[in-house]
């Protein structure tokens, strides 16, 4: 079995073998510059753990990995754009360096290749694989489009903020290791129960991300804290605030909504409101319950529990980061 350390290592050397482009050079030059910006390559290494989970023979999921990598940094590319975000793992972002119009279309041609790496998979169920890319890669893009009219509406429902996690982001943590699974060999059983997994672990991962947002360690998280609450972010945390927040706290929080308050003082002011709430406490115990949940489906895997090491390592990485 091969460590998560190893297939991150093996992937980034195989994406950085890959010549992707040619005339016109200016479309290509940005999935070249996006892709060689690095990142874990979470999703690609899923790919392989679930593939080496049923199959010595990792190099056979290799490709659609790479494709998977693919699509999310084109995701990236046009995320960006919609968020108007400058700096993407510590560079300008692609529409920054290069103008919106190049983005938008290097994006599309990204989208495009991620098809050409699955196109080369010779796996017997290559259409059941082609199909879960299909459906990730739709439901990624609802995810996205929910993310932004919630920004423009005055509730969000606590059902429909898991919702739009689970698009956004579970989704393709499942997808990676049911096309990983599907590829090693394994069972319809196996590969759901896998991205069962996946789905769950994800949903952890985000709503660990909106906790640490508030309760993180600077240093450690490696972003400013409170930025959710300075735009006004529907992230869990507000939503629960929300709707346990009675009278005077509740007509506080809506105040500080509504005003423009200096960052600092409207950090402190929301979080002051959440620590009365416990909404500390009520969202630790929401990402416990989504993990215990993703452990359940990975223990039901028909495979050796020593198999399952690296998963359960990954999981519990994911969500212990930075706390």
């Known amino acids: 079995m091969y460590t998560l350390k190893e297939l991150q290592e093996l992937i980034s050397q195989e994406i950085s073998n890959q010549k992707i482009g040619r005339e016109p050079y200016t479309l290509y ?34 490709l659609p990995a790479i494709g998977l990598e693919i699509f999310h940094n084109f995701t990236l590319l046009h995320d960006d754009i ?17 103008n919106e119009n190049t983005a938008i279309l290097s994006g599309d041609a990204m989208f495009i290749k991620a098809y050409d790496y699955f196109l080369d998979c010779e796996s017997p169920n290559f259409r059941e694989i082609l199909k879960v890319f299909n459906q990730t890669a739709l439901e990624v893009c ?88 300075v735009a006004n972010k529907k992230t869990f945390m507000l939503i629960k605030a929300l709707q346990l927040a009675k009278e005077n706290d509740l007509n506080k929080l809506n105040s500080l909504l509504d005003n423009d308050l200096e960052k600092s003082k409207k950090i402190e002011s929301v979080t002051e409101i959440y620590n009365k709430l416990k909404i500390k406490e009520i969202v630790q115990k929401e990402i416990y319950s989504y993990t215990e ?30 706390s």
């Open 293 to 322: 949940r993703a452990l359940k489906y990975l223990d039901q895997v028909s495979v050796e529990n020593t198999n399952k090491v690296e998963l359960k390592n990954l999981a519990e990485k994911l969500i212990n980061r930075a």
């Open 29 to 62: 030059d940005p999935i070249n510059y996006a892709l060689a910006a690095g990142g874990k390559r979470i999703r690609p290494a899923l790919v392989l753990l679930a593939c080496n989970l049923f199959s010595e023979d990792v190099h056979q999921a290799i």
């Open 142 to 229: 609802e995810g996205q489009q929910y993310d932004m009219e919630f920004e423009d509406r005055d509730a969000v429902s606590e059902e429909e903020y898991i919702r739009m996690i689970e698009l956004k982001t579970s989704v393709l943590l499942a997808g990676a290791l049911k096309i990983g699974a599907l590829i090693g060999g394994a069972s319809s059983q196996d590969a759901d129960l896998l991205y069962e997994f996946g789905r769950n672990i994800g949903l952890a991962f985000q709503l660990q991300d909106d906790y640490l947002d508030v309760y993180g360690d600077v240093a450690v998280f490696g972003k400013q804290i409170g930025g959710d609450i």
């Open 82 to 98: 919609m968020d108007h975000a400058d700096i993407r793992r510590g560079n300008p972002t692609v529409h920054k360096k290069w």
